[in-house]
T-cell receptor, first 112, second 112 residues
Framework: KQEVTQIPAALSVPEGENLVLNCSFT??????LQWFRQDPGKGLTSLLL?????REQTSGRLNASLDKSSGRSTLYIAASQPGDSATYLC???????????FGQGTTLQVKP | DGGITQSPKYLFRKEGQNVTLSCEQN?????MYWYRQDPGQGLRLIYY???????QKGDIAEGYSVSREKKESFPLTVTSAQKNPTAFYLC???????????FGEGSRLTVL
């Protein structure tokens, strides 16, 4: 059974710091992995999508990597800003079941 | 602009009443989903549909019903049989070829 874990559950950093959020999954048979951000009381906003054949994707200050063999993805945020404060979730698409498996999220606070 | 529209954003219901949450998308996506989000918990799948006039139960379908009469629309009815309906409900759709997932802004249901 595919399980997705995000550690840490919460993170607080000063503005300007570069940071890494982690997403681990137990089964390497995935067809994609997607990172989202969620602001309080809002829906999920897609940040980056990595297909199983890709190693990384970049958008602005964000870079997501994927290592299927080790069951890990990282979301790198460069030069963090207070506006980056949100909950970040990763979602894995399982090749075996076709299901989407969500992590519990990492809540990020960037202090001015 | 293309996207997913959920309505209403906030809804209050008395115990014993059925309520229907609307989800409309103009992205021409085939697949649509309903998730429930509770504080401190991850997203849980209620129902999903991959094609018009067909839908499947997710992990927590009891007390809920859906229909998919049109490609653009996937309404969710929360029935009086749902024991604990107070939650944040999220509708999503996805592109079949990449599996990229998009979410609406959510509907918050409170049972009084």
């Amino acid at each position: 059974k595919q399980e997705v874990t995000q550690i840490p559950a919460a993170l607080s950093v000063p503005e300007g710091e570069n940071l890494v959020l982690n997403c681990s999954f137990t089964d390497s048979a995935i067809y994609n992995l997607q990172w989202f951000r969620q602001d309080p009381g809002k829906g999920l906003t897609s940040l980056l999508l990595i297909q199983s054949s890709q190693r990384e994707q970049t958008s602005g200050r964000l870079n997501a990597s994927l290592d299927k063999s080790s069951g890990r993805s990282t979301l790198y945020i460069a030069a963090s800003q207070p506006g980056d404060s949100a909950t970040y979730l990763c979602v894995v698409g399982s090749s075996n079941t076709g299901k989407l498996i969500f992590g519990q999220g990492t809540t990020l606070q960037v202090k001015p | 602009d293309g996207g997913i529209t959920q309505s209403p954003k906030y809804l209050f219901r008395k115990e014993g009443q059925n309520v229907t949450l609307s989800c409309e998308q103009n992205l021409n996506h085939d697949a649509m989903y309903w998730y429930r989000q509770d504080p401190g918990q991850g997203l849980r799948l209620i129902y999903y549909s991959q094609i018009v006039n067909d839908f499947q139960k997710g992990d927590i379908a009891e007390g809920y019903s859906v229909s998919r009469e049109k490609k653009e629309s996937f309404p969710l009815t929360v029935t009086s049989a749902q024991k604990n309906p107070t939650a944040f409900y999220l509708c999503a759709s996805s592109i079949m070829n990449t599996g990229e997932l998009f979410f609406g802004e959510g509907s918050r249901l409170t049972v009084l």
